[in-house]
């Protein structure tokens, strides 16, 4: 009888634990499938030499650089705004995207607002997001339909003044991307429709002053560090460059979608992957206390 009870008990506990190592995988896999589900981005394939349309494309660290103020620039409302406008007050997060952008500029802002929801300081308050597009093609409506979307996703209605989503000139692109160091190429798309740029992902961190504070690789950024580049840059403090690991994005093609159905079908063979797992795991620690238990009532 006690063998039977402690064998119930052993068995209680291998569910919990596998109950909430399912609950684990489960959440990491979402994770995952919302990084790379089918149709948002694809993987390209593996190289060790960047195609040669990267030349010309990545991120140069131009600490401490002033960005030219004067620039002019519109809202998401179509009003003519100089970037001066935004600085004097509190530090800034720019990112260099374009709004119609099929995979990696998505990723950068959802990696940014994600980060920005953990983070305690507040949008138009403590520091302003300026998102600019490197696109001239691209007006007021993507803009704002952009500004929307990305507020409805931080889930601050209130902030909607320390967000901002500008469109402007090929002149003034230039000249803030020079100065930030943003360096893409515009390559014809595949189907021959749309607009499309090969670049590189970062977000900066800018100075009340102007001044380029922090650069921040890739698409997926950490709340402890985007706090303290805030906290350093909101002192007019600029901080060191860091590894230049560069995250690209440069092909798409609407019409087949191949490499994003391969990324869905590893998720969904990883996530079958974990079934198995967990079934084995809880097999093997039944089993292993049932035993125990045994061994314990013959003594």
Known sequence: MKSMNRAKMSWRRAVSTAVLLLCFATWASSLVAQVSSYGDKQAGQRSDKPPDILNGVGIAQHLNQQLPLGLTFKDDMGKP???????????VILALVYYQCPMLCSEELNGLTGALQMVNFVPGKDFDVLVVSIDPSEGTNLAAA?????????????TYNGWHFMTGTQENIDALTKAVGFGYVKIPAPDGTLTQFAHASSIQIVTPEGRLAQYYMGVEYSPKDLRLGLVEASANRIG?????????????????????????RVVQVGGFTTVVLLGGFMFVMFRRDVRRAHHLDGE
């Not at 952009?146 to 209130?158: A, I, M, N, Q, S």
């Not at 060191?240 to 869905?264: E, F, G, M, R």
Request: glycine content about 4%.
């Open 81 to 91: 705004v100089q970037l001066s406008s935004y600085f004097g007050k509190r530090p």
């Open 146 to 158: 952009k500004k929307r979307t990305y507020l409805k996703r931080y889930g601050h209605p209130e």
């Open 240 to 264: 060191s460059p860091v590894d230049n690991i560069l995250t690209y994005c440069y092909h798409y093609d609407p019409q087949t979608n191949k490499h994003s159905l391969i990324v869905a």
